[in-house]
């Protein structure tokens, strides 16, 4: 159960970093969204460290990893609103 809360808590302010580093208007809003693009971001950071061999199993990414791929999960949310 904690380590629940805790990727909760490290994806909401993974993601306010990312809104953060990033000002745009076509950001997404919002507290539940803005902990999506965290959590989002950690899982693919995460996924990403796998695969490069920067992670072991069992390993996460911290604080400084989710907010990079959270960086990444709203490069990618801004490339789709484009397209709307």
């Given at each position: 159960m904690?380590?629940?809360i805790g990727a909760?808590?490290?994806g909401l302010l993974a993601g306010a970093l990312a809104r953060l580093v990033s000002r745009d208007p076509r950001n997404p809003q919002g507290c539940l969204l803005?902990?999506?693009l965290g959590l989002l971001g950690a899982?693919?950071?995460t996924w990403i460290g796998?695969?490069?061999g920067l992670y072991?199993?069992?390993?996460?990414?911290?604080l400084i990893g989710a907010t990079?791929?959270?960086l990444?999960?709203?490069?990618?949310?801004r490339v789709i609103s484009e397209g709307r």
């Open positions: 904690s380590t629940w909760i808590l490290i803005t902990m999506a899982a693919l950071f796998r695969t490069l072991g199993e069992g390993e996460t990414a911290g990079l791929g959270a990444l999960v709203l490069g990618a949310w």
